[in-house]
């Protein structure tokens, strides 16, 4: 029976797991627990882990609660293990970090003075066109539905250069959405930033033919440009982003 102080200890873990651990993390968590078979059985888990997908913070949170059901001292172990490895300390940047740290000096833009990244912000990035204004307005009730703001960068303007604002936006988000739909340029080179920054992108599109081949081994979310579609995507949205670990 998982109990308040017991659930805000395996959430604590699932925000630690999502954020530092790879393959050899798992198995050495196996190893010290005696419960390789459950991480590694488990359909999705490692799966999930290894092509990025939406929902590895979900199977890692079953996966806790599965050792926290079945042996709460494995839990324990866990909790010592990762919190060796990965001591709490202010992170620079990405979302999701590693062991090994890359420092930049970026020439086209600048580094924000405000560094902090905002757990509740989502930026999305997509086509700037009448076309796609319900689009727009579903993306936004999705992101509203899962308890996070949505800004484009149409939305604000503190910057003299649009690509300094582009570059803020994705920066501070906890997520970005983007939309391939169209083969826009300047939602790949959006992209591009924001995988750079380790952000959890989540892909959108109305056709699987204008994703870029370099990630369209990823799931994307495919959507129908009609009322029927959109409503469909907005709550197929907001169950992905309720998934992403803040």
């Given at each position: 029976?998982?109990?308040?102080?017991?659930?805000?200890?395996?959430?604590?873990?699932?925000?630690?797991?999502?954020?530092?651990?790879?393959?050899?993390?798992?198995?050495?968590?196996?190893?010290?627990?005696?419960?390789?078979?459950?991480?590694?059985?488990?359909?999705?888990?490692?799966?999930?882990?290894?092509?990025?997908?939406?929902?590895?913070?979900?199977?890692?949170?079953?996966?806790?609660?599965?050792?926290?059901?079945?042996?709460?001292?494995?839990?324990?172990?866990?909790?010592?293990?990762?919190?060796?490895?990965?001591?709490?300390?202010?992170?620079?940047?990405?979302?999701?970090?590693?062991?090994?740290?890359?420092?930049?000096?970026?020439?086209?833009?600048?580094?924000?003075?405000?560094?902090?990244?905002?757990?509740?912000?989502?930026?999305?990035?997509?086509?700037?066109?009448?076309?796609?204004?319900?689009?727009?307005?579903?993306?936004?009730?999705?992101?509203?539905?899962?308890?996070?703001?949505?800004?484009?960068?149409?939305?604000?303007?503190?910057?003299?250069?649009?690509?300094?604002d582009v570059f803020?936006?994705?920066?501070?988000?906890?997520?970005?959405?983007?939309?391939?739909?169209?083969?826009?340029?300047n939602v790949?080179?959006?992209?591009?930033?924001?995988?750079?920054?380790?952000?959890?992108?989540?892909?959108?599109?109305?056709?699987?033919?204008?994703?870029?081949?370099?990630?369209?081994?990823?799931?994307?979310?495919?959507?129908?440009?009609?009322?029927?579609?959109?409503?469909?995507?907005?709550?197929?949205?907001?169950?992905?982003?309720?998934?992403?670990?803040?």
């Open positions: 029976m998982i109990n308040l102080d017991l659930g805000k200890r395996i959430l604590a873990l699932r925000e630690k797991v999502v954020a530092n651990f790879d393959f050899n993390d798992w198995e050495e968590i196996g190893l010290l627990t005696g419960l390789t078979d459950l991480i590694k059985n488990h359909p999705r888990l490692l799966r999930s882990l290894s092509w990025g997908d939406e929902d590895y913070s979900g199977n890692v949170l079953q996966v806790l609660k599965d050792i926290a059901e079945q042996d709460t001292r494995a839990l324990t172990v866990f909790e010592e293990h990762a919190a060796s490895k990965y001591p709490d300390q202010a992170q620079y940047i990405s979302a999701k970090l590693s062991d090994r740290k890359v420092t930049f000096s970026p020439s086209v833009f600048q580094l924000p003075e405000n560094t902090a990244i905002e757990s509740d912000l989502i930026a999305l990035m997509m086509p700037f066109n009448a076309s796609f204004t319900s689009v727009h307005e579903a993306i936004k009730s999705a992101c509203s539905s899962a308890g996070y703001r949505c800004l484009r960068v149409d939305d604000i303007w503190e910057e003299s250069s649009v690509i300094q803020n936006l994705i920066f501070r988000a906890h997520v970005v959405v983007v939309d391939f739909t169209g083969k826009n340029p790949m080179y959006e992209t591009g930033i924001a995988h750079t920054l380790g952000k959890h992108v989540v892909p959108i599109a109305q056709s699987l033919e204008d994703v870029p081949f370099d990630i369209n081994h990823h799931r994307i979310l495919k959507y129908l440009p009609n009322s029927e579609g959109l409503a469909v995507m907005r709550d197929k949205l907001a169950e992905k982003l309720r998934q992403v670990t803040r």
